[in-house]
């Protein structure tokens, strides 16, 4: 089910914080969603959808209605939660709690997913960051949520994402990205223009102050992660983080 997955003490609380990226493995998905697909937005089955979700939730320790997702658009908005949430999911691409008993996930098939933790302060975020989201300055704005939250020593873990060899882009895409964010600057495995959308995400995060953990991975070119730009039709995988209210071991 995890790609990749950790869990950290809370200095001084005698709790945890919980981090992972899924895979493909492990759901009930079929055909070009086979596995652990966690979109309900790309045609797959609800019923199968739902079930891999609430495999998610069980596997973090959460209920079902603890499982915080977004209805990410592409742009720079967060929204601060506190219980499971009524309703459609917010139209945001940041999420941030200082909530225990809830897990934040944000749902990904070539984009940055970022996790973002304050393990002594107990604020937790998931940040969905497209080449929209990074050149509109989403992660910067979610570390500012996180800080009115009272957190102050970040720490970031970025998930794998489509790598800047595999992310062709009109010339004057590249340019304007690389204009935000220099880093962000590629070439393709051919030669020509293209983004580093997680280059680009961990310079800001950086210049924001924040510690960087990332994880390797191009989901292209990785099999187990889905990926539209391989695949075009696909399923999505998670980062999830959250604050259990017991640690679990």
Do not use: K
């Not at 990749?4 to 945890?16: A, I, K, Q």
């Not at 924001?208 to 990926?227: D, F, H, K, M, N």
């Amino acid at each position: 089910m995890f790609h990749w997955r950790s869990t950290l003490d809370r200095t001084g609380s005698g709790g945890v914080v919980e981090l992972g990226f899924t895979d493909r493995s492990a759901g009930r998905g079929t055909g070009p969603y086979a596995g652990l697909n966690l979109g309900g937005h790309v045609g797959d089955d609800p019923a199968a959808v739902e079930a891999n979700r609430e495999a998610l939730a069980a596997a973090v320790g959460v209920p079902r209605d603890h499982l915080v997702l977004m209805n990410q658009v592409h742009g720079s908005d967060v929204a601060e939660v506190s219980g499971p949430p009524t309703g459609a999911s917010p139209p945001v691409d940041a999420v941030v709690t200082r909530t225990t008993g809830l897990a934040l996930g944000v749902l990904v098939a070539d984009c940055v997913p970022v996790l973002l933790h304050d393990r002594e302060a107990g604020v937790v975020g998931a940040v969905h960051a497209g080449r929209p989201g990074m050149t509109s300055g989403i992660v910067g704005r979610a570390v500012d949520a996180m800080r009115d939250l009272g957190a102050e020593t970040i720490v970031a873990t970025v998930g794998p994402s489509v790598c800047g060899r595999c992310y062709e882009v009109p010339a004057d895409m590249a340019a304007a990205a690389a204009a935000v964010s220099a880093s962000s600057a590629a070439r393709s495995w051919t030669g020509t223009p293209a983004i580093d959308v997680a280059a680009g995400v961990v310079e800001q995060l950086v210049s924001t102050s924040v510690a960087v953990q990332w994880i390797p991975g191009c989901t292209r070119e990785t099999s187990s992660l889905y990926s539209y730009r391989r695949d075009g039709v696909t399923g999505r995988f998670a980062g999830v983080v959250s604050l259990p209210q017991e640690a679990r071991r």
